[in-house]
């Protein structure tokens, strides 16, 4: 059992990849490094699966990638209303990040939302748009406005959910991630053959996505509750 509270303690720990040789030296811990590596390769997929387009005959590559496309969009257009066509690149990108990050382990990679402090900076990003969202289309007065919504009485309510929508995204996030994470640690170092595969389709796969798809509903949910015209 010694052993097995030592690989947990590990996994909980966020060490350091490499330091930058700037001033007295900059540590990069691994989510970082892991975060850079997947962002690589969205970019490298992206110039590569939009390298050829075709307006006629499209491969079934473009196919695909036009189906995603238009899910997307009419996820974004259900979800936000009329305002959604700024929203829906930067709910893709942040989907595809999310989704990788979350089944990396798969490829032996230690997945960065695992991270704290990953998870809170994609929380920060939403809250950011959220209520930047709420201003940029009501107005200082409409946005102020909408904290009343729909009763004066809510206020309080409605002004705490500033800190609270934030957290619930970064440690619902955060907590299944790492969750997974260590049971699947706990599974390889009990029984180290066959049954790992078994659970990782679950814990590594389809938990993944299943909070990839969480996070960015709830994040289209909150931006369009503050775009959306009163009734």
């Known amino acids: 059992m010694q ?3 030592q690989i947990l303690l590990e996994a909980l720990s966020n060490e350091t990849a490499f330091t930058l040789p700037v001033l007295d030296g900059i540590p990069v811990a691994s989510s970082v490094l892991v975060s850079w590596v997947l962002m690589l390769v969205l970019m490298a997929a992206t110039l590569w699966m939009t390298r050829n387009l075709k307006v006629r005959d499209p491969g079934k590559g473009q196919v695909v ?3 995603a496309v238009e899910f997307l969009n009419s996820f974004a257009k259900e ?3 009329p305002h959604w066509k700024p929203f829906a690149p930067y709910l893709g990108t942040v989907a595809l990040y999310i989704a ?9 990679l230690t997945p960065p939302t695992k991270d ?4 809170a900076a994609l929380a920060l990003m939403s809250l950011c748009l959220i209520y930047g969202a709420q201003f940029r289309y009501n107005g200082l007065r409409g946005g102020m406005k909408r904290f009343a919504y729909p ?9 705490m959910e500033i800190a609270i929508r934030p957290l619930a995204l970064c440690m619902r996030l955060f907590g299944n991630v790492l969750g997974a994470f260590l049971i699947m640690e706990m599974i390889k170092y009990l029984v180290p053959a066959v049954i790992p595969a078994v659970f990782s389709i679950y814990f590594d796969l389809f938990d993944g996505l299943i909070q990839t798809i969480v996070f960015v509903f709830l994040t289209a949910l909150f931006a369009g509750e503050g775009i959306k015209e009163e009734e």
Do not use: D, F, H, R
């Open 3 to 5: 052993g097995l509270k």
């Open 65 to 67: 990638l036009e189906s």
């Open 79 to 81: 979800t936000l209303g």
């Open 151 to 159: 009763m004066p009485l809510l206020t309080p309510i409605n002004l």
């Open 116 to 119: 704290v402090s990953v998870t």
């Open 100 to 108: 990788l990050a979350n089944i990396c382990s798969i490829a032996g």
